[in-house]
């Protein structure tokens, strides 16, 4: 049983709550807790879409647990940086869908987490940064590129070298968060956006996913053609054959993996 995160089952969804008080921060068995759920929740096929929220009103997440870096030692560190990616790759290579529910404040390596994630909805008051200068260190779970890619640069230099921290209003101008909710409503609206991939087929979200993602590498010729496999990587399938006699049919597909 996981000691700090908790999860439960909401139809296709899962949640998972980090819940180590008062700031729900990172340690290293927090992140290796969240890696084997990940992990889990993988292989189980009656779950298509994750929730990450905190629990409590006031955090997110406040980050890596900055005891662990008092005492300056390189190699507890790299042990953490290795926990860090272990359970980001985890959540990043999840084939479904992923929603952050950001509750209260999302700082360093929480908003890293969150940027892990497809969507990212915030709550009222809710705050976001990466102000790991302030106390003379850097975002080393992602966070530099994973903010810059969705922001752009000019934002994601004043988050990192100014150590802005954002507002949910903010947030959402820029485009760093989806939803902005009242709050108390965040994990609500995250699990309607994730329950909106159970209407899709799993491998056809799957190849969307791929694509999406290595689209900024690849020049429109290059990507057309990686289209063009993964569609016909579909075809004849019987994910595919379902979902087409069921629009045709005027009836719900029922996609294979599901129970």
Not at 1 to 13: R, V
Not at 126 to 133: V, W
Not at 186 to 209: D, E, F, W
Not at 244 to 258: C, I, M, N, Q, Y
Request: proline share 3%.
């Amino acid at each position: 049983m996981a000691k700090y995160l908790t999860l439960e089952h909401l139809g296709q969804s899962a949640i998972i709550t980090i819940n180590n008080p008062p700031a729900n921060a990172w340690n290293i068995t927090s992140l290796r807790e969240l890696a084997d759920l990940m992990t889990t929740l993988q292989a189980d096929s009656t779950v298509r879409a994750v929730v990450i929220t905190g629990a409590g009103d006031a955090f997110f997440c406040a980050g890596a647990d900055l005891n662990l870096f008092s005492k300056g030692s390189k190699q507890e560190v790299a042990d953490l940086l290795d926990a860090f990616a272990g359970a980001f790759a985890a959540l990043r290579n999840y084939t479904g869908v992923t929603v952050a529910a950001i509750n209260g404040y999302a700082l360093g390596g929480g908003l890293e987490c969150a940027l892990m994630c497809d969507y990212i909805v915030a709550e009222r008051g809710a705050k976001l940064g990466l102000p790991e200068a302030r106390v003379g260190l850097l975002p080393a779970a992602g966070g530099s590129k994973t903010l810059a890619d969705k922001v752009g640069l000019s934002w994601a230099k004043r988050m990192l070298l100014g150590g802005e921290i954002l507002t949910a209003e903010k947030a959402y101008d820029i485009g760093l968060v989806e939803e902005i909710v009242d709050p108390g409503f965040a994990k609500i609206m995250a699990v309607s956006l994730a329950g909106k991939v159970a209407n899709q087929a799993p491998q056809a979200v799957a190849r969307a996913r791929q694509l999406i993602e290595s689209s900024p590498c690849a020049t429109l010729e290059a990507h057309l053609q990686q289209e063009r496999a993964a569609l016909l990587s579909l075809i004849g399938e019987a994910e595919q054959l379902e979902g087409v006699s069921a629009f045709l049919g005027k009836r719900t597909p029922s996609w294979a993996d599901e129970d």
